[in-house]
C-alpha cells in the first residue's frame, strides 16, 4: 500500500454530515507527509457537475460550494493526492422563513446604482442577494457551529423576489431611514405576503449616491447625507438596505473570495463606498454584507452587543469566507479608532484581548447571549406550536416559564444595548428566576427584560 504524500483534512465538517443550508463553508488543512517534497497553491473540487479551485495558503484553505438537495459526493484534489467527501442537505421544514425582496418603487426602473463595468439590471440584482442571503444562513450556521449549538441557521422562503412599492421612488428618496423603513413595513403587512411568519430582507432599487457632492472632507455621516434612500434598519419582522454598494457585490457563487479580495480603489466621484475607510471594493462588499447580517439579526430579536457582530464588529465578515489574513493594518487601525468613536466604550482594548486569546485577529463572533438567544428561536429550530408564556413579574422581579427559561438579559432601553445577561443552556431545565435586585438597581429604572424559553418564546418587557 502506497502511503498518500499529503493529507487533506477538513476541520470544520465531518464526510457524511447533514445541514439545513445550501452553501457550507468547508474549512480544512493540508498535512504534508515527511519525505514529501511536492506541493500545491490550490486545492481542486470536484463534484459531478462541476470542477472549481480554491487557494490554500500555508497549508490552509477555505472552500465553498453550493449543494443540490440530499447526498453530495465531493471529490477533494490537492497536488497529488485525493481526498473523497460526502454532505447531506435537506432543508428544514418550517413555517417561519426570511424572504429577500427586491423592492422596485414606483416610477423606477429597478436598475440598481453601479459602474458600467457591472450589469444592475433587476435580474442581477436577484442574483446577488439570493447568493449573498445565503452567505448569511453559511454564517450563522458557523456562528452556532463555533458555540456548540449545531450548525443552526435560518430557512429562506424563496429566492429574492421583486416587490413593487406603491410610494414614488422621488417620494422615497426624500425620506429618511425610518420613514423608509415605517412605508415599507406597512406595504408589506397590508400585501398579501405572510409576514406573521416571514422575516423580510428588503432592499430598495432606487438608493442614490450624489459622488457630485463628494468631496475629501466628508466623513461617513456625511457621506449617507448625499446619499438619497439610503437605509440599513432591521427590527421586528424587516431589515431594510439601501443599493448604493450592491454594485460590489458578487452574482455567483465562483466569485464570492475574488470579490472579498478585490482591491481595487473605489471611486468616491461617483460611487458610495462603505467600506469602513478602507476604500477598496472587497472592504465595501464585507462591510455591507455585516452590515445585512447584524440588522437581520435584530429581526431575530438581538440587541447590540459593545463587541462582536451586534456592535460594528461586522466589517471583517469576509473573514470567515478567506483562509488567509489580508488586513492591512494601518487601514485596521483607522477603522478601530472609528469604532472607538461610534461610542461603543472600551472596544478597543476588548478586541486587543480576544485577539490575544483566540491568537487570531477576528472580529465577527456573537457573544454568547445572543448567539443562545438564535439557539433556541423560532426562527432556527422547527418547534411544535407551544400553548407555553413566558412570565414576568414586575413586582417580585421574577420571570417564568413551564417550558423552561433559556436566556434572560436586560438591555438599555434607549439603545438596546445588553447590560446584563443570564443563560441556562444545561440539560437541566430551569423554570423561574429571580432578578437580581441589587443588578437592577445599578441600571436604574429604564431597562427592558428580554426573556426568552425553551420553545422559542419572547417577552420583552420594558421597565418604566
Ligand atoms: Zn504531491
Ligand atoms: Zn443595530
Redesign the pocket.
Known amino acids: 500500500m502506497s502511503i498518500s504524500?499529503?493529507e487533506i483534512i477538513i476541520t470544520n465538517i465531518q464526510s457524511g454530515d447533514t445541514i439545513s443550508y445550501p452553501i457550507p463553508i468547508i474549512k480544512g488543512v493540508i498535512k504534508n507527509n515527511a519525505k514529501?517534497l511536492?506541493?500545491?497553491d490550490k486545492i481542486c473540487l470536484k463534484t459531478t457537475t462541476n470542477t472549481s479551485y480554491f487557494k490554500v495558503t500555508n497549508n490552509n484553505f477555505t472552500i465553498l460550494i453550493e449543494l443540490g438537495i440530499g447526498e453530495n459526493n465531493i471529490d477533494l484534489h490537492?497536488?497529488?493526492?485525493a481526498h473523497p467527501f460526502v454532505i447531506n442537505y435537506f432543508p428544514r421544514s418550517t413555517q417561519f422563513t426570511v424572504l429577500p425582496l427586491y423592492i422596485i418603487c414606483e416610477g423606477h426602473d429597478g436598475n440598481f446604482q453601479s459602474p458600467n463595468t457591472e450589469v444592475n439590471t433587476t435580474e442581477s440584482a436577484l442574483k446577488r442577494i439570493t447568493l449573498c442571503s445565503k452567505l448569511l444562513q453559511s454564517v450563522i450556521a458557523e456562528k452556532l457551529y463555533e458555540e456548540n449549538h449545531g450548525r443552526k441557521t435560518f430557512q429562506l422562503e424563496n429566492n429574492c423576489t421583486v416587490f413593487k412599492s406603491r410610494l414614488n421612488y422621488l417620494k422615497a428618496r426624500k425620506m429618511n431611514q425610518n420613514e423608509l423603513w415605517t412605508a415599507i413595513g406597512e406595504e408589506i403587512v397590508n400585501s398579501n405576503l405572510e409576514y406573521e411568519r416571514i422575516k423580510f430582507l428588503g432592499f430598495l432599487s432606487c438608493t442614490n449616491y450624489r459622488g457630485e457632492n463628494y468631496h475629501e472632507n466628508l466623513d461617513y455621516d456625511d457621506v449617507l447625507k448625499i446619499t438619497e434612500a439610503y437605509v440599513a434598519l432591521g427590527g421586528g419582522g424587516l431589515a431594510l438596505f439601501g443599493t448604493a454598494c450592491l454594485y460590489a457585490w458578487p452574482e455567483t457563487l465562483s466569485q464570492v473570495i475574488q470579490r472579498f479580495e478585490d482591491r481595487t480603489i473605489i471611486d468616491r466621484t461617483k460611487f458610495m463606498d462603505d467600506s469602513c475607510y478602507k476604500g477598496t471594493l472587497g472592504a465595501c462588499f464585507s462591510t455591507t454584507l455585516g452590515s445585512v447580517l447584524h440588522e437581520l439579526c435584530h429581526t431575530f430579536d438581538l440587541g447590540h452587543t459593545e463587541v462582536g457582530i451586534m456592535g460594528r464588529g461586522f466589517d471583517d465578515i469576509y473573514k470567515d469566507f478567506l483562509c488567509e489574513e489580508r488586513l492591512d493594518q494601518s487601514n485596521d487601525l483607522e477603522c478601530q479608532k472609528l469604532k472607538e468613536k461610534s461610542g461603543y466604550g472600551s472596544l478597543g482594548k476588548f478586541v486587543r484581548e480576544r485577539r490575544k486569546q483566540k491568537g487570531i485577529v477576528n472580529n465577527i463572533f456573537l457573544t454568547k447571549s445572543c448567539v443562545t438567544i438564535l439557539a433556541y428561536h423560532r426562527w432556527l429550530n422547527s418547534f411544535q406550536l407551544s400553548d407555553k408564556v413566558v412570565k414576568f413579574d414586575p413586582l417580585t422581579k421574577l420571570v417564568s416559564s413551564t417550558a423552561g427559561l433559556r436566556v434572560i438579559e436586560l438591555r438599555d432601553e434607549e439603545n438596546g444595548m445588553v447590560l446584563l445577561h443570564w443563560i441556562f443552556d444545561g440539560r437541566i431545565l430551569k423554570y423561574s428566576f429571580k432578578l437580581p435586585e441589587e443588578d437592577l438597581q445599578k441600571y436604574g429604572c429604564k431597562y427592558v427584560v428580554f426573556v426568552e424559553d425553551n420553545h422559542g418564546n419572547i417577552l420583552k418587557h420594558v421597565n418604566m
Do not use: A, G, V
Not at 490537492?78 to 493526492?81: E, R
Open positions: 504524500s499529503h514529501t511536492c506541493q500545491s490537492y497536488c497529488c493526492s
